[in-house]
């Protein structure tokens, strides 16, 4: 059975207003121009539905470009020969029954297992062919949500490891923090995600959007889930000496499981405040 985290309902509420804004803005602006146009011009007020119709239209495409630019930023980050392995309906969106991820058998096995634990759905999977070793959850919906990892990080983490990591994300999925940064990327994040170049015009808002929670917190829920700490330690430590860096775009990196940023030649303090660097995450799991 599917269980309800009690994070959900302030994750959801966040994502609700986020779309709610985006929808607003869009109306809003409609309405101006459609009072403008029945007024300078002799369409009188049909003026203002058809406007207030064309936005609607606009707005919802954009959500739908957003989703699906996202998730190929994400499948193709470090994109090297052949592309991202799709898994599991990922293309249809489908994420809501068990991944027939062929060849990565011991990646099902571990997300099938993980998710039992957790109580949610078995997402849709992905494997982005980069050596970097990094992982993210994604999806507006719980149960359309896609757990993407690297090619890196299912050649040099253990099974032990991996299912710290699995964890991890599934529990950002399960607390609806995924879907609610995924809103995020998608809406206040969008012209960036269109236009990588754009970013800077949207880092203010997206970073405060994404500092709502923490990796700490992140952390330390999902090692209350498997009573472990010392498997995510030990991921995260093998994931800094493999190298964590991307080239999915800037906006995407509040998803990541590490921020491509987080390495050691990096000072902490220049990183986002909801982000922390690798050497400081390890040793607080470590005092668990």
Known sequence: MLRVDPLFAIYRRRADKLLAEFWAVHLVAAAIVGVLVALLTGLGWWALPIALAAA?????????????????????????????SSRSGLESGAGSGPSDAGG?????????GVCLLVGVPVP???????AAANATAFGRRLDRSTLVVTQGLLDT??????????????????????????????TVGLPALLWPALWPL???????????????????????????????????????????????PRVTWPLWLVDPRADAAVAPDSLPDYRADLETRVAVLREF
């Not at 990565?104 to 099938?112: A, G, S, T």
């Not at 952390?219 to 991307?246: C, F, N, Q, W």
């Open 124 to 130: 849709a999977l992905a494997v982005a062919p980069t």
């Open 56 to 84: 609607c239209a606009l707005a919802a495409a954009e959500l739908a470009v957003g989703e699906q630019r996202l998730r190929r930023a994400l499948l193709g980050a470090g994109k090297g020969p052949g592309g991202a």
């Open 202 to 248: 949207v880092q203010a808002r997206t970073e405060r959007e994404a500092s709502t929670g923490s990796d700490f917190d992140d952390d330390a829920e999902a090692v209350r889930l498997t009573r472990y700490p010392p498997g995510l330690a030990d991921a995260l430590e093998t994931m800094s000496a493999a190298g964590m860096s991307t080239d999915a």
């Open 157 to 186: 983490l253990n099974r032990i490891e991996l299912e710290a990591v699995v964890a991890r994300l599934l529990t950002q999925i399960r607390d609806g923090r995924a879907a609610y940064l995924s809103t995020a990327v998608t």
């Open 104 to 112: 990565q058998p011991r990646l099902e096995n571990v997300v099938d």
